[in-house]
């Protein structure tokens, strides 16, 4: 299988040209060169940003494509008039954030999207640019087209930097606080299951949306700070507290305590997506442990300080406010 990657290969791209390597496919990525690719991958020099900056792909054919793409549509629009004609199957990482608000909990793929634009260009909010390179591909490749809706995804070579922030701080030590309840569900996606199932899902030829992203209920807070606190083999004390303490300090979460969400209607959403329709098609996630286990492993081999996507806020609490919570 001959394998197009877009989109860069850090994190969720690093992760799928791993996974295609590991097959025997080949595997080709057109970057700026910012970051180096995996040993293996046959690496073209492009910027998708740039007045001609597809130049790189002007010629060639592939069996699939598998872009990762963040920002204006347009440069998926026009990744794929490019390409198409001389790519079998086209899969584009998408995110469970195009549905529209206000959301609904348990919601599967037939549920209303955002409005946008296959030809939107600049700054663009982040849901209205998935949907809009959802179109683009719609438009040129119909049902070639594969659209993968990650939910939160998690594991090695995270560059968001909200499980690694968790490790982090627990591996500091000391009283940690833990918000509650205890027993919160959480629903994730491991990058390397995520990898792991488009990639199958392009090998089958599947076409049209799928909710990508573990079971509800697939893990708890607790379970994945309880591993945390395993994995680091440091001292910390996980002091749970209440939601509404937490909210009536002004802390603000999935940014200052990343992963969790206090109960309501954006949790709900976030962590209560129907995928029945990805495990029908073969979906399989591994236990939280693994992915905390090979999270810390992986930071710890870079030295501990996880790397940083410029397009994304700093995450994390700070210690002082930290240990004011914790005085009561």
Excluded at 69 to 90: E, T
Excluded at 103 to 115: F, H, I, L, N, T
Excluded at 177 to 185: F, I, T, V
């Amino acid at each position: 299988m001959r394998l197009l990657l877009l989109g860069g290969t850090n994190f969720v791209g690093r992760t799928v040209a791993e996974e295609a390597l590991a097959r025997g496919w080949e595997v080709t990525a057109l970057n700026r060169g910012t970051q180096p690719a995996p040993e293996g991958v046959t690496v073209l020099s492009g910027d998708r940003t740039a007045e001609g900056g597809l130049a790189a792909l002007a010629t060639g054919e592939w069996d699939a494509v598998v872009d990762t793409w963040s920002w204006a549509p347009a440069s998926v629009r026009d990744s794929a008039r490019l390409l198409n004609g001389r790519v079998g199957h086209y899969a584009y990482v998408s995110s469970r954030s195009v549905y529209d608000y206000p959301p609904v909990g348990g919601a599967d793929e037939s549920a209303p999207v955002v409005a946008s634009s296959p030809d939107a260009e600049g700054e663009v909010p982040y849901a209205e640019a998935k949907r809009g390179a959802e179109l683009a591909l719609e438009a040129e490749f119909g049902g070639r087209a594969l659209l993968v809706r990650a939910g939160l995804i998690l594991g090695p070579y995270e560059n968001i930097g909200r499980l690694p922030w968790w490790l982090n701080r627990i591996a500091r030590g000391g009283p940690v606080l833990a918000p509650g309840p205890r027993d919160l569900p959480l629903q994730y996606i491991d990058a390397r299951d995520l990898a792991i199932w488009t990639l199958d899902a392009v090998a089958a030829r599947l076409g049209g949306p799928y909710n990508v992203v573990s079971p509800a209920g697939h893990t708890t807070m607790g379970e994945l700070l309880e591993d945390c606190v395993r994995v680091t083999g440091s001292d910390a004390e996980l002091r749970w507290t209440d939601p509404e303490r937490i909210l009536a300090a002004g802390v603000e979460p999935w940014t200052e305590l990343p992963i969790w969400l206090a109960p309501g209607e954006l949790y709900d959403f976030l962590h209560g997506a129907s995928v029945a329709r990805a495990v029908g098609a073969g979906l399989r996630c591994r236990p939280v442990a693994e992915t905390v286990g090979d999270t810390w492993a992986w930071l710890r081999s870079i030295g501990g300080g996880a790397p940083q996507r410029a397009d994304r806020p700093n995450v994390g609490l700070d210690p002082e406010r930290e240990a004011k919570l914790l005085r009561g």
